[in-house]
């Protein structure tokens, strides 16, 4: 599975912060029950790798990555956790090493046309735009399009309920990522219902 596969098959993914890896698999159910496919948990909790490998665990079908991905060490680390795709706010040189020998799809963040003429020299045609809404959203999307014609992209940052479609209607973007599915108050209180809901929206803007 390479990076266009994986957004074709999650054109919205959740992009979960876990405090508490108990709540994984019934968190993961959720999003899967309103027509998530996809799912990133971001590297910004010490909960994180354990709560990915419970989803993997538990949710066979389901396509688990890690986001907001640093350093070699730590994509060694979700890989080891059971990853299969892997996200990063940016690229470095030991980033872009790391990720070529990974053997999993990996999207580094850009916000500029030079990062992103960089990511494309490293061999990342698929990139995250982040944060997408800060550096000029569709906008900049649009005026990229033409300098950068082979370059797709999964904006991530500042992507909400109202603004997912317009996103997902440009054509050099693929998939959309965002933290809207899984409020923070709906996890602390175990709200599964408000999350599938959430998923459902999502899904039904992702498929037109």
Request: aromatic letters at 4%.
């Amino acid at each position: 599975m390479d990076a266009l596969t994986l957004m074709r098959k999650g054109p919205v993914i959740p992009v979960i912060v876990v405090n508490d890896a108990a709540v994984a698999v019934d968190l993961a159910h959720a999003l899967v029950a309103g027509g998530m496919t996809v799912l990133e948990v971001t590297l910004r909790t010490k909960a994180a790798l354990a709560a990915m490998r419970r989803m993997r665990d538990e949710l066979p079908d389901v396509i688990v990555g890690a986001g907001t991905l640093r350093t070699r060490p730590q994509m060694e680390a979700a890989l080891d956790a059971g990853a299969q795709f892997c996200v990063s706010p940016g690229l470095t040189p030991e980033l872009a090493s790391a990720a070529r020998s990974a053997g999993v799809p990996f999207i580094p963040g850009v916000a500029t046309p030079s990062e992103a003429m960089h990511a494309q020299d490293e061999g990342f045609l698929v990139q995250k735009l982040f944060p997408a809404e800060a550096v000029g959203g569709v906008r900049l999307l649009q005026a990229l399009a033409g300098p950068l014609p082979d370059l797709r992209f999964c904006p991530t940052g500042g992507i909400h309920a109202g603004n997912a479609a317009e996103y997902l209607a440009q054509p050099n973007v693929m998939a959309v990522g965002g933290s809207w599915l899984t409020p923070d108050d709906a996890i602390g209180t175990r709200d599964w219902a408000r999350i599938t809901r959430l998923a459902a929206e999502a899904a039904a803007l992702a498929h037109g």
